[in-house]
């Protein structure tokens, strides 16, 4: 088959003055489905046809939807059809006219199929054309129960009806796309305001509770906050130790519905097991020696609000169980007790451990690791924000200066320098340490870089931090019992500490899973 030179289409007369309206249908709506049906009755008497269908290829060009039919679907038919490798293969085609399924259509296809179901023998299909490009996005059929109906002399009024149709097209995907814009702009217009609001309420909040966000970095945990804040949804908050972890579960609460409710602190690695046990859960009367009334835990105590659960991954086993039916039923016993209390409250926990190496060292639950990951808010160490060091050495002075007792002028250019260059191990917690030590050294005066710790002027380990011993050239004939040397730091450790564990442990370096290990395998 080849393309006819261009000629004015059988009907033309008859197809503009239909499409004059048909224009003001489509001024009323741009969405083609509506009007295809009085598109077919409009081009009917110009091109007979039983059936008129609306096909555009999929991005890939495998297949092709079916946008618009005209009359009653066939039981079965798919919205979807797909083409076969030869269709496939077919990019430029100008038309195709069949002028019976039956002799001229593979019988096993699946347009032959559909096609006979539906009682249809001949066919003719043009392309829909988008932006003047040869290669098809569509098609438009008229599809005859008649066989042999369609010749060539039909082609330029099919053409002419699937340029119209094409044009419309056209605007409907215009008009979409600019309603989806829109609504993109309006949401992207709702979060900033939200991020602005809350930006300014945590600003003016005196005390640690301040976010101080210049950097891109800060500026996108503000947003994920934003996002979240306005949902019931469990947040995990991931970070290093002392970047602001606390202070972020706080912005989540204050942008949220349960504003008014309490926000109640716990931290998982600063009490023994059966402490943090009966604090976070409660306890009946009697439930165990010196229990000598009932007592409310933290979860309790923030109905209402929500319960911001620190260094989640150093909870026990039997902790982990529990808060694992918290999330799951919303509901808890105290211990000791028989009552089921129903758990009326937002947890945001928080974590500088990788938690999915704790699950595959068995020291974490899986099941409980992905109730509590439905948002992660990853907190960027300060050594990737330096543009939030000097704000946030202005807002740490402001609040140090009143509790020393006097005003600090500010920080020298050295200092600052030095401030900037250090990579802060412990975050934003070792930044305000650093300076309260300062503001007391400077005695009113402007900090320099020799008031600040040699751990930030020089870049050192803090000075309250021993050097390990050095490491003897050759060891002894007999060799050495590395565990007895261990065990007898831990023991030396736990004597300092008064058996404070996480104190211990910090003192060892160890997390608290690990002090626990080193506990029972020298049976301490």
């Known amino acids: 088959m080849t393309s006819p030179a261009p000629a004015a289409p059988r ?37 007979p046809h039983d059936r008129l269908a609306l096909g555009l290829l999929s991005e890939d060009r495998t297949a092709v939807s079916l946008l618009a039919y005209t009359g009653e679907r066939p039981p079965g038919m798919p919205a979807t059809f797909h083409l076969s490798p030869g269709e496939v293969a ?14 001229e259509l593979d019988p096993e296809s699946e347009r032959c199929r559909l096609m006979s179901a539906a009682g249809i023998r001949s066919f003719l299909r043009v392309p829909i054309l988008f932006e003047g490009r040869w290669q098809s996005a569509g098609g438009l059929v008229f599809l005859s129960a008649a066989p042999g109906l369609y010749r060539e002399e039909d082609v330029p009024a099919a053409r002419f009806l699937a340029d119209q149709i094409a044009l419309l097209l056209a605007h409907q995907r215009l008009a979409e796309e600019e309603r989806r814009l829109a609504a993109a702009r309006e949401e992207a217009d709702r979060l900033q305001a939200r991020v602005e609001r809350l930006t300014e309420e945590l600003e003016s909040r005196p005390g640690r509770g301040r976010i101080v966000a210049e950097s891109a970095a800060w500026k996108n945990v ?44 716990i931290n998982g690695a600063a009490l023994p097991d059966t402490l943090l046990e009966s604090e976070l859960f409660g306890y009946e009367k009697g439930a165990f020696t010196g229990a000598t009334s009932a007592k409310p835990g933290r979860l309790e105590q923030a109905a209402g609000g929500l319960l911001f659960l620190d260094e989640v991954g150093e909870t026990s086993p039997s902790v982990q169980a529990k808060l694992l039916r918290v999330l799951q039923e919303r509901e808890f016993q105290r211990l000791g ?82 401030l900037l260059a250090y990579p802060w191990p412990g975050n934003a917690r ?21 008031h600040l710790p040699i751990s930030v002027s020089r870049g050192e380990a ?22 007895a040397i261990e065990r007898s730091y831990v023991v030396a450790a ?31």
């Open 222 to 265: 503000l947003v994920q906050v934003a996002k979240v804040a306005p949902t019931e949804t469990n947040v995990l908050l991931v970070g290093e130790s002392g970047t602001g972890k606390e202070v972020v579960a706080r912005a989540i609460h204050r942008g949220s519905p349960r504003k008014d409710g309490p926000f109640t602190a």
């Open 494 to 524: 736990l004597r300092q500490t008064a058996g404070n564990k996480s104190r211990a442990a910090r003192l060892l370096g160890l997390t608290r899973a690990q002090l626990y290990s080193r506990i029972e395998k020298y049976g301490l």
């Open 430 to 450: 070792e930044l305000r340490n650093a300076l309260e030590r300062a503001a007391i050294l400077c005695e009113g005066g402007l900090i320099t870089a020799a």
């Open 11 to 47: 009907g033309a007369d008859t197809l503009v003055a239909a499409f004059s309206e048909i224009a003001r249908a489509a001024s009323e709506t741009l969405d083609v489905r509506e009007i295809f049906e009085k598109v077919s009755t409009i081009v009917r008497p110009v091109l």
């Open 90 to 103: 077919r990019r430029d085609w100008p038309f195709e006219i069949v002028s019976d399924i039956t002799t």
């Open 462 to 483: 803090p000075a309250d931090r021993a050097a390990p011993a050095s490491v003897p050239e050759t060891l002894p004939p007999g060799g050495i019992d590395l565990e």
């Open 337 to 418: 007790g028989t009552r089921v209390l129903k758990a009326d409250v937002r947890i945001v926990a928080a974590t500088n451990r990788d938690l999915m190496q704790a699950i595959q060292r068995g020291e974490f639950r899986e099941d409980l690791y992905y109730r509590l990951h439905v948002f992660e808010i990853r907190l960027p160490p300060l050594r990737e924000r330096p543009e939030d060091i000097l704000p946030l050495t202005e807002v740490f002075l402001a609040e140090i200066g009143p509790a020393t007792g006097r005003p600090i002028p500010g920080v020298s250019r050295e200092a600052k320098e030095l």
